[in-house]
């Protein structure tokens, strides 16, 4: 192999989205009223679920229901999830962040992390197989998933209880081996000057796309390694197995499922969460220079997200400081919170539906004109058809990432991509809203007048 493949920048499957976390209640002319119900279709992470409950309005509620390619994205958003709900007794808000941080985007974590996160599995893992009719919790809604995803689902979940040194079946993955497989995969002949190709595509590429917040040292040691978010001096050597899929390769027509790290090596997980801020004083400049990083804007970012969540509850303001409860926290001998005990939002449910029901909705008379929002990541792109019609409200907004941060795709791909978006649309029965400006992020369109 010359010159590597392109294509595999991306990945086959998406552990963070390729676009900044968006309240998708806002995204239209109108902000929808009453109870909102929002379709989800290929996220891979729910910055757009938690920056939509940030900014739900006291009486307003919201219903999001997600629809993945996968059943390891759908237990990673269980994760996420669930680490958020944590209530702040049991963790406070500074180590959830750095936490949720570090699971979201680190292909290597700490002890103290993976310990968190074999507590969270096995919560996790008993929700998903005791849940039948009724959801153990009403933002973890498993119950309209088919039995045999759901044992998939438990079966993924299952896996991250291990220890890297439980494994009886199969050696442990070296996460450095299989991002380093991926890293001279996509980049082949290139591999030997990878820290000139790593920089051209941060300056050329992300700078130039207006992502100036990331810094050179943190992308090239994500590039490098996979650590995104390395905020303390610890160490970062036990691998991610949230971040671990098995992707079926064809070999002398033989089927053969090889476990390993096969998502984004290339746009990064700073752009969920890491390059918009809402506090200006965040993109701050001098000398032409940001004087925050995409990991510090990231860490303010989600800490704020979370912090929301614990409003949303209704909880009563502490007297207590952030710093005290982290102490509290860190003295207690923490044990693993049932998903029943996690924080309950008011107004706020998220329902995981089955891979392949986007076609079969339409035939289901309660979601004849039902969804305010329908989200498309922009992997999900072709599955937008003239069925999405009846299942949108009349007033509904159709949200569709584009390519802007598929950094793979050269300028003339990413526009011819934003092209057939809009085709795809217009065949579906929408037109693009011509009153919201675009950013070349997202393109939104409402449904065509009869």
């Not at 962040?97 to 310990?115: A, H, M, P, Y």
């Not at 926290?329 to 939002?345: C, F, G, I, Q, W």
């Amino acid at each position: 192999m010359s010159a590597g493949r392109a294509s595999e920048g991306a990945g086959c499957i998406t552990w963070w989205g390729f676009s900044p976390a968006r309240d998708l209640l806002s995204t239209g002319a109108v902000r929808p009223e009453g109870e909102v119900n929002v379709l989800l279709i290929g996220t891979g992470d729910p910055r757009h679920i938690l920056k939509s409950i940030a900014g739900l309005q006291d009486k307003e509620s919201l219903h999001v229901w997600v629809i993945e390619n996968s059943m390891y994205e759908v237990a990673r958003q269980m994760l996420l999830l669930y680490l958020a709900l944590l209530p702040q007794e049991s963790m406070g808000n500074n180590e959830k962040t750095e936490v949720f941080l570090e699971l979201f985007g680190n292909s290597e974590i700490r002890s103290q992390t993976e310990e968190t996160l074999r507590r969270a599995a096995s919560q996790l893992s008993l929700s998903v197989t005791e849940t039948l009719e009724t959801a153990t919790h009403s933002c973890l809604n498993t119950t309209l998933l088919k039995f045999k995803e759901r044992d998939e689902l438990a079966r993924i979940v299952k896996l991250w209880t291990q220890t890297q040194s439980s494994s009886k079946r199969s050696a442990p993955i070296l996460m450095s081996k299989a991002w380093d497989y991926r890293v001279r995969q996509h980049l082949g002949t290139r591999y030997d000057s990878k820290r000139g190709c790593f920089d051209w595509d941060l300056k050329m590429k992300l700078h130039e796309k207006g992502c100036g917040v990331i810094k050179k040292e943190q992308y090239v040691r994500w590039r490098e390694r996979g650590l995104a978010f390395e905020m303390r001096e610890s160490v970062y050597q036990i691998a991610n197995p949230s971040l671990l899929s098995s992707r079926v390769f064809i070999q002398k027509r033989d089927k053969m499922a090889v476990r390993g790290y096969w998502g984004d090596i290339v746009s990064s997980p700073y752009l969920s969460f890491g390059i918009e801020s809402d506090d200006k004083s965040q993109l701050k400049t001098q000398n032409g220079q940001h004087i925050k990083t995409a990991q510090d804007i990231s860490f303010t970012n989600v800490q704020a997200l979370l912090q929301t969540l614990s409003s949303r509850r209704g909880c009563p303001p502490t007297s207590q400081s952030n710093g005290e409860i982290e102490d509290l926290a860190t003295e207690t001998d923490r044990k693993s919170v049932p998903v029943n005990d996690l924080m309950h939002l008011d107004g706020v449910s998220v329902t995981f539906l089955p891979m392949d029901s986007l076609c079969k909705l339409p035939e289901k008379q309660k979601y004849s004109d039902f969804f305010n929002v329908i989200y498309f990541s922009a992997s999900c792109v072709h599955q937008i058809g003239p069925t999405m019609r009846q299942i949108a409200a009349p007033d509904a907004v159709l949200v569709v990432e584009l390519a802007k941060y598929i950094l793979d795709l050269n300028k003339e791909q990413e526009a011819g991509f934003a092209g057939n978006v809009t085709s795809i649309a217009l065949e579906a029965g929408f037109e693009p809203w011509h009153e919201g400006k675009s950013d070349g992020i997202h393109a939104v369109f409402i449904p065509q007048k009869k």
